[in-house]
């Protein structure tokens, strides 16, 4: 199984902040990852896909990059309403995997 | 509107049985496939089983293989999991989400709110 591990498990970051996410996989992914973003009780919103696809809808202050193993997430200038979990997630193959999970939170 | 609700969530004893359902609409049910994904209370997100549109293939976690049966009824647009032999640790919310199948490989696009599993005796 490809194993994905998130970091850092926590951030703590104020509005207007540039804040990065990483995910490493345990063996090549190419560019099949994405990102998603929960808020507490709701479903997982996707973010991004194929590693950089911008979602449609999703606010152009949240890019992604990274192929291979190393990816990351990045939110240019946080919003308030940026404060939430966030999961990457490898659909390169059967079983799919999640990271650990990184939660963002208001300094 | 493209949406995904799930039922059939309770309590239940271990080692006992429970089914999922989840009804889709807004979109052609037939051609996607679908998962199950689960999040324990307080920890983060796990793929549980994905079947293809028309249920030639399906794919399961380690964690369930065996226990749990994934199946659909594209005549009611309506995605199952059988649960049986159930566990405390099999405890969630259980997610069903639709794959994006306009590239290949297919990943998760649209989810549903949940349903909340809980095993305990």
């Known amino acids: 199984d490809i194993q994905v591990t998130q970091s850092p498990s926590t951030l703590s970051a104020s509005v207007g902040d540039r804040v990065t996410i990483t995910c490493r996989a345990s063996?090549?992914?190419?560019?099949?990852l994405a990102w998603y973003q929960q808020k507490p009780g709701k479903a997982p919103n996707l973010l991004i896909y194929?590693?950089?696809s911008l979602e449609s809808g999703v606010p152009s202050r949240f890019s992604g990059s990274g192929s291979g193993t190393e990816f990351t997430l990045t939110i240019s200038s946080l919003q308030p309403d940026d404060f939430a979990t966030y999961y990457c997630?490898?659909?390169?193959?059967?079983?799919?995997?999640f990271g650990q999970g990184t939660k963002l939170q208001i300094k | 509107e493209v949406q995904l609700v799930e039922s059939g969530g309770g309590l239940v004893k271990p080692g006992g049985s429970l089914r999922l359902s989840c009804a889709a609409s807004?979109?052609?049910?037939?051609?996607?496939?679908m998962n199950w994904v689960r999040q324990a209370p307080g920890k983060g997100l796990e793929w549980v089983s994905c079947?293809?549109?028309?249920?030639?293939?399906?794919y399961y976690a380690d964690s369930v293989k065996g226990r749990f049966t994934i199946s659909r009824d594209n005549a009611k647009n309506s995605l199952y999991l059988q649960m049986n032999s159930l566990r405390a640790e099999d405890t969630a919310v259980y997610y069903c989400?639709?794959?994006?199948?306009?590239?290949?490989?297919?990943?998760?696009?649209?989810w549903g709110k949940g349903t909340t599993v809980t095993v305990s005796s």
């Open positions: 989400a639709r794959d994006r199948i306009t590239m290949i490989p297919y990943y998760m696009d649209v």
């Open positions: 194929k590693a950089s």
């Open positions: 079947i293809s549109g028309g249920s030639s293939y399906m």
């Open positions: 997630q490898q659909y390169h193959g059967y079983p799919w995997t």
């Open positions: 807004g979109f052609n049910f037939s051609s996607y496939s």
């Open positions: 063996q090549s992914i190419s560019s099949w």
